[in-house]
């Protein structure tokens, strides 16, 4: 059976007929495009569009099938009816769809039609016409005739290919349904060897514990990174506190720790796109960016960091190396270098957490305070928590403390939402002072050499209603 009329406009641009499509030859062009899909959305979309030729279809849905539900992942063409856009986007479970349930338990194709041979209605409970809610379905679109094969993946099944035509364009046959195992089937193969292929790769290439990127990957883009010419940032980070966080809590605790580090390692290369997260090993991590400025690159970390800080009071300590600065390098060179910059911003911190003493003056340190967390709650970004959380992170600093806590009040109760610092392994003589504002906590870490009394918690009080307030 072959489209009426001219040939798609896919044959076309092939200078292939319709009907040479729709045999032999359509089938064996699908299993070569096929063969060359590397991901799952290459056979998705290699699937559909070679399923409109080979089935002379008006259009070919790509659907994935778990616990007894269906969805589309792809479909061609893509249809711009808000009707289609709705069903597109929807979800079908076998329990409504007496089909989709045979399909799925009996591995069974299936054809159903809302038209007769001639365009016309079929009539009511006519059984030949097939399932009623498939038929139903197909007269809310105004589509006379559908086909379902699976995807058969391991011996289950994984999928299915659906297909419509038009009112007017045929009815799907049985060489139709042939057509249409085989292409499942060769579907079915692609996404078996893409899925093997994608698990070697992450055994290869990624960390098991945080899924970041292992040092081999972070290597190989750094190398590609620096022969495009384009300019090349590493950024070497180390946890602060995790020994601290092990012997106290466990390695369980450790563990958790470590897989936070790289939950916000990767929200950094979100915001920086091209960017690759990778663990270094134990608590080493790495950035690896490309075409991004310096400037950018650090901004971006500062800002993150400071939205998304770490449980347990633990930090990261990190160093930043640009080929804008060092010129050409190789790659081992500029991890060494961001290695450096990072183990001198380590003990830069170390010293300011072991010397700080601040002022015995309260009219002084208030003063202090009010700048410092000013500018603290105006950097951070819209939202009660992350301008509370820059509130405690920068007060505490000034304060002389190591660590801090943003709570919320739930009844006679409170639940930590955020806690942050900068520790050290050295054990510090401090206080806490909490702040409250409706049902909001902070927990300020104050050494016991800095100046307390009615004006700094004053000066502390005003900037937590600033920061609640002015969040709303």
Same mark, same amino acid.
Request: hydrophobic share 45%.
């Given at each position: ?198 698990? %070697?790769?992450?055994? $290869? /290439? &990624? ?5 970041? *990127?292992? #040092?081999?990957?972070? @290597?190989?883009? +750094? ?40 939950? %916000?390692?990767?929200? $950094? /290369? &979100? ?5 690759? *997260?990778? #663990?270094?090993?134990? @608590?080493?991590? +790495? ?62 911190? +170390? ?122």
């Amino acid at each position: 059976m072959t489209r009426r009329g001219a040939a798609s406009p896919g044959a076309r641009a092939g200078r292939r007929s319709a009907a040479a499509l729709v045999g032999v030859r359509g089938l064996a062009l699908a299993a070569h495009r096929l063969d060359r899909c590397r991901t799952l959305e290459d056979v998705q979309q290699a699937t559909t569009r070679m399923g409109v030729e080979v089935l002379a279809a008006r259009r070919v849905a790509f659907c994935r099938i778990e616990q007894d539900t269906s969805r589309i992942l792809d479909i061609t063409p893509q249809p711009t009816d808000p009707r289609l856009l709705w069903m597109v986007r929807s979800s079908y479970r076998a329990d409504d769809r007496p089909a989709l349930r045979a399909l799925i338990s009996e591995r069974a194709s299936w054809v159903a039609h809302a038209v007769d041979i001639e365009g016309q209605p079929v009539a009511e409970g006519d059984e030949e016409a097939g399932d009623a809610v498939e038929i139903a379905t197909l007269n809310e679109v105004d589509a006379g005739s559908a086909l379902a094969a699976p995807i058969i993946v391991n011996g289950a099944v994984w999928g299915q290919i659906y297909a419509v035509k038009a009112v007017g364009e045929g009815l799907f046959t049985v060489d139709d349904v042939a057509r249409a195992e085989v292409l499942a089937a060769l579907a079915a193969g692609a996404v078996a060897r893409v899925d093997l292929e994608d698990q %070697v790769r992450h055994l $290869v /290439a &990624d960390d098991p514990l945080t899924g970041l *990127a292992n #040092r081999r990957v972070a @290597d190989s883009v +750094a190398e590609s990174a620096l022969e495009s010419g384009d300019e090349t940032c590493i950024v070497m980070c180390d946890v602060d506190g995790l020994k601290r966080v092990n012997d106290q809590m466990g390695h369980d605790a450790g563990d958790d720790l470590l897989r936070t580090v790289g939950d %916000v390692l990767r929200r $950094v /290369a &979100d915001a920086l796109p091209g960017t690759t *997260a990778a #663990r270094i090993g134990g @608590d080493e991590f +790495a950035l690896v960016t490309v075409g991004r400025k310096r400037s950018e690159v650090a901004e971006t970390m500062a800002t993150t960091l400071a939205m998304y800080p770490l449980p347990h009071g633990a930090a990261i300590s990190y160093g930043l190396a640009s080929t804008a600065v060092s010129g050409p390098v190789s790659a081992r060179q500029l991890f060494r270098r961001a290695d450096v910059e990072q183990y001198r911003a380590k003990r830069a911190r +170390a010293r300011r957490l072991k010397v700080a003493t601040p002022t015995a003056d309260p009219a002084v340190t208030a003063e202090r305070v009010v700048v410092v967390g000013s500018a603290a709650i105006a950097a951070a970004q819209s939202g009660v928590v992350p301008r509370l959380c820059a509130l405690a992170a920068a007060v505490t600093e000034t304060m002389g403390g190591s660590a801090w806590a943003v709570l919320m009040k739930r009844g006679e109760e409170s639940s930590a939402i955020a806690r942050g610092g900068s520790p050290s392994d050295l054990e510090r003589d401090q206080s806490t002072t909490t702040l409250e504002h409706g049902p909001w906590l902070v927990e300020i870490g104050v050494s016991s050499t800095a100046a307390e009394g009615g004006v700094v918690k004053s000066a502390l009080d005003a900037l937590t209603a600033v920061a609640v307030m002015g969040a709303s």
